[in-house]
C-alpha cells in the first residue's frame, strides 16, 4: 500500500512498531547485561567519567538520539506509543544532564555503586528494563496495527 493511501492513525501505528523493533532488542539487550554485570561494570564508569570528552560525546550522542525518537515519533495513543515517546524524552533529558551536570550524573552512579541495597535495586531496575525491551521487541516485530473502528 503507498504511504499516500495509508490513514494516519495507521501510519502512526506502524512507525510506533518500527521504533520498537529497534528500541526493543536495544534496551533488552543493555538491561539484561546491566542487571547480570552491573558489579562489574563500577570499574567502566570510573573510566568514563575520567575522560570529560567521552562524557560530553555520551551526553550528545544521547541528546541527538532521544531528539530523534521525540521527534519522528509524535504518537501517545496507546501503551505501546506511549512507552515509545516516554523512552525518547527518558534518554534526551539523561543525554542532556550528561552534557550540563555530568558532576551530579557521576555522584549518582558512585553512590549506588558503593551501597549493596542500592547496587540490588539497581540491578533489578535493570532486569525490568530488560523485560520492557522484550516487550517491546515482540510488540514491533510480531504484532500488527489494531484494526480501524469507522
Given at each position: 500500500m503507498p504511504a499516500a493511501s495509508v490513514p494516519a492513525d495507521v501510519a502512526a501505528?506502524?512507525?510506533?512498531?518500527?521504533?520498537?523493533?529497534?528500541?526493543?532488542?536495544?534496551?533488552?539487550?543493555?538491561?539484561?547485561?546491566y542487571a547480570i554485570r552491573l558489579p562489574d561494570l563500577g570499574v567502566l564508569v570510573g573510566d568514563l567519567f575520567a575522560q570529560t570528552f567521552n562524557v560530553l560525546m555520551l551526553g550528545?550522542?544521547?541528546?541527538?538520539?532521544?531528539?530523534?525518537?521525540?521527534?519522528?515519533?509524535?504518537?501517545?495513543?496507546?501503551p505501546l506509543a506511549v512507552a515509545i515517546s516516554l523512552f525518547g524524552w527518558f534518554v534526551a533529558i539523561r543525554g542532556f544532564l550528561l552534557i550540563a551536570a555530568p558532576s551530579t550524573i557521576e555522584s549518582g552512579v558512585d553512590a549506588t555503586m558503593l551501597s549493596p541495597t542500592a547496587t540490588a535495586v539497581a540491578r533489578v531496575f535493570f532486569a525490568a528494563l530488560g523485560v520492557f525491551g522484550v516487550v517491546?521487541?515482540?510488540?514491533?516485530?510480531?504484532?500488527?496495527?489494531?484494526a480501524?473502528?469507522?
Open positions: 501505528q506502524l512507525r510506533t512498531r518500527a521504533f520498537a523493533r529497534v528500541i526493543g532488542p536495544y534496551v533488552a539487550t543493555f538491561g539484561i547485561v550528545a550522542l544521547m541528546l541527538a538520539a532521544g531528539l530523534v525518537i521525540i521527534g519522528l515519533h509524535r504518537s501517545w495513543r496507546g517491546l521487541a515482540y510488540a514491533g516485530w510480531f504484532t500488527g496495527p489494531a480501524r473502528t469507522t
